[in-house]
């Protein structure tokens, strides 16, 4: 084994045999490529990742290219999950010298860790204009060799290029009605009126803007903005993108229609496509919505869950195909009339196909089909459905499953935690809530340090050596605050402040109110990153800035909110130019433009008021809730019970209505838009 063996990373476990001399990210390595004077090769992906698989079985396990990488370059296996702060410092380069970016990510470094040459995943032979693995690793150790000065040359440039780029972001001024207004129309000019979502293909799930939409539509009552959300949901929901049999939804859509997925579920898109699902139903009463967050809950719990009570971070697109043995994508999910009518019978079997859209031809690959819900006048009985379901749920449990990588990541927790304890609260799923309490449980146990400094992963109930990153403390803040709503319990507030103070202290920029992905005191590479814009999940600049105006909110603490309304700033100059890839900003500056709300019920914890105030659609409204009398929570402070009943008080930008214990009432107050 090399030098990847006992790491807690699943991803660079699985390179752990292979004959190439892989060392982690650390000094050493670097120190090492001085030493022997030879470039490196870093090398960054996830487990969960079908073309990192290709290439490490193309090429990282085979003998003769091994043979070549140990000559000639210190090897570095990089786990993007767990360092993403070098995975978008390397990833800006690979952009801008190429145009595009990817993973696997393969770059060339000087042993002052400088990158001078670029690109994604290489394959063995040369294929579609793209040279050869072997062929890239041969030309550059002939330039290490023969033209060092040319490449440093280049490395120094590259690196003061990227260590030199400022986020100007228009400065601090809080966006208004009008930049959401231009964020809107800049969506509708993007959106894809005929099969949902923004763009063509690939098409991912926009949960971000998802919640904006929802958001918006709440303040303004704009239907075009509500009926997007729908629409586009409907569409996913219907898709092959989602899991018709298992629930939980596939990374993206190759494809414009949300037909055929990659077939990776990851924790990150499932949380937050489970809370959309769930504002969904919220703002629309929406069975199928319904449906969709419990069913992507459930998915969680029973897929993902871990022995320690966290939540693993994905399950491969790959798995074994039983006819052939070899792993292939989406072996696991789709199906042929033929496997339908072996398992269903000839009758069954024929329903099935129509129901699902399984045809002869296939969606996919070899004749198979993805399944999905395809439009039809035709009327299915629901109790044959639900028992074709139930057999072809047990016929697929007898396949291969897909590999799980079991790391925990605290950001993808958090966003867990908020999804599962919401969900749970809104529709009597007190098992979701105790999941998401689990979690948090761990996350404090675990992941937190007597100073509440952060680390990113754990597994097996061992903390990985990797320091937590902005998106880390502002998710896992999100998630406890939202369990501080769900439960009542001011703990988890606590927790939440102890986070945000570290956001305060490390990441924010004292001068401009920018945030830094990492901490001012974390390692120190070859540029500090800094990102506001979406990807995957939410940018941990907004997420941070959402984090930060809830908790304001709730403790009324003034450094709280000037941070969150500083940091906001950049939605503002990028909102309407690049709504798609801002959503959480727009969001949360929706919340902002609402107050947000402070909801605090006086009375059960779970009781009819409590649960009409957390399902209220007033953007981003924070709620507590307790007994008369507590002090669990600050908003109950001096707030007594009217008339012997739960009683709710609302307040928005200092003004305060007048309190009340009719629950229809109070979801009037907190589900009308201000505009």
């Excluded at 892989?22 to 992906?45: H, K, N, Q, T």
């Excluded at 396949?399 to 966003?415: E, I, Q, S, T, Y």
């Excluded at 709503?485 to 570290?502: N, P």
Aim: glycine fraction near 10%.
């Amino acid at each position: 084994m090399n030098r990847l063996a006992g790491v807690t990373s699943p991803y660079l476990l699985q390179h752990a045999d292979n004959p190439v001399d892989w060392w982690p990210w650390e000094p050493g390595a670097f120190e090492e490529a001085r030493r022997r004077d030879v470039p490196v090769l870093l090398s960054v992906g996830y487990s969960a990742c079908h073309w990192c698989h290709v290439m490490a079985h193309e090429s990282f396990e085979d003998e003769a290219t091994a043979a070549l990488v140990n000559e000639n370059f210190v090897a570095v296996k990089v786990d993007r999950e767990e360092r993403p702060d070098v995975d978008a410092v390397y990833m800006e380069a690979v952009q801008a010298a190429t145009g595009h970016g990817g993973w696997p990510m393969t770059v060339f470094l000087t042993p002052d860790a400088e990158p001078f040459y670029f690109g994604t995943y290489f394959p063995p032979e040369p294929r579609h204009g793209s040279p050869s693995f072997t062929q890239v690793l041969q030309g550059v150790r002939d330039a290490w060799s023969e033209r060092r000065g040319e490449v440093t040359e280049v490395a120094g440039k590259i690196s003061a290029d990227l260590a030199a780029r400022e986020m100007t972001y228009g400065g601090t001024e809080v966006p208004g009605a009008e930049e959401l207004g231009q964020a809107l129309l800049g969506l509708v000019r993007e959106y894809d009126a005929t099969y949902g979502g923004f763009g063509g293909a690939p098409k991912f799930p926009p949960s971000m803007v998802i919640e904006f939409l929802l958001r918006h539509h709440a303040r303004t009552g704009a239907e075009g903005a509500l009926q997007m959300a729908v629409d586009t949901c409907d569409r996913m929901a219907r898709g092959g993108i989602y899991d018709q049999l298992g629930g939980g939804f596939a990374r993206y859509s190759v494809d414009r229609e949300f037909t055929v997925p990659h077939f990776e579920k990851m924790l990150y898109d499932n949380a937050l496509l489970c809370r959309a699902y769930a504002h969904l139903w919220r703002s629309t009463g929406s069975e199928s919505a319904r449906r969709i967050a419990l069913e992507t809950a459930d998915f969680m719990v029973c897929e993902l869950r871990t022995n320690e009570g966290g939540f693993a971070s994905a399950l491969d697109a790959d798995s074994e195909d039983p006819a052939t043995g070899k792993h292939v994508e989406g072996a696991y999910y789709v199906w042929t009339p033929a496997q339908l009518t072996e398992v269903l019978g000839e009758e069954d079997g024929r329903l099935a196909a129509r129901y699902f859209g399984v045809t002869e031809e296939g969606t996919f690959e070899e004749g198979a089909s993805v399944l999905q819900l395809p439009r039809t006048d035709e009327v299915f009985d629901e109790a044959k459905v639900a028992d074709i379901r139930q057999r072809l749920t047990a016929a697929r449990a007898e396949r291969p499953a897909p590999g799980r990588d079991d790391k925990v990541v605290a950001a993808w927790n958090g966003l867990a935690i908020a999804a599962l304890a919401e969900t749970g609260a809104y529709f009597g799923r007190q098992d979701l809530v105790d999941a998401a309490v689990c979690a948090g449980d761990l996350l404090v146990r675990l992941h937190m340090d007597p100073q509440a400094r952060l680390s990113r992963t754990s597994k097996d109930g061992r903390a990985g050596a990797n320091a937590g990153v902005l998106e880390d403390y502002a998710d896992v803040a999100e998630g406890f605050l939202a369990l501080a709503s769900v439960t009542g319990e001011g703990v988890w507030l606590e927790f939440a402040g102890f986070l945000l103070d570290h956001v305060l202290d490390r990441f924010v920029d004292a001068k401009s109110g920018a945030l830094h992905d990492t901490a001012v005191d974390a390692e120190q590479l070859i540029r500090r990153p800094q990102d506001p814009t979406d990807n995957a999940a939410p940018s941990g600049w907004t997420a941070a800035a959402g984090a930060l105006l809830s908790y304001a909110a709730q403790t009324g603490s003034e450094p709280h909110r000037t941070a969150a309304e500083r940091a906001l700033g950049v939605v503002k100059a990028l909102g309407p130019r690049v709504p798609r890839f801002i959503g959480n900003g727009l969001a949360v500056a929706e919340a902002l433009l609402d107050g947000p709300r402070e909801i605090a019920v006086v009375g059960e914890v779970g009781g009819r008021l409590h649960h009409t105030a957390l399902t209220g659609t007033a953007p981003g409204a924070v709620v507590a809730a307790g007994p008369e009398g507590s002090d669990e929570l600050p908003l109950l402070a001096d707030r007594p019970r009217i008339e012997d009943r739960d009683t709710a008080y609302v307040c928005r930008h200092f003004v305060c209505d007048a309190p009340v214990t009719d629950p229809d009432r109070l979801g009037q107050i907190v589900g009308e838009a201000t505009t």
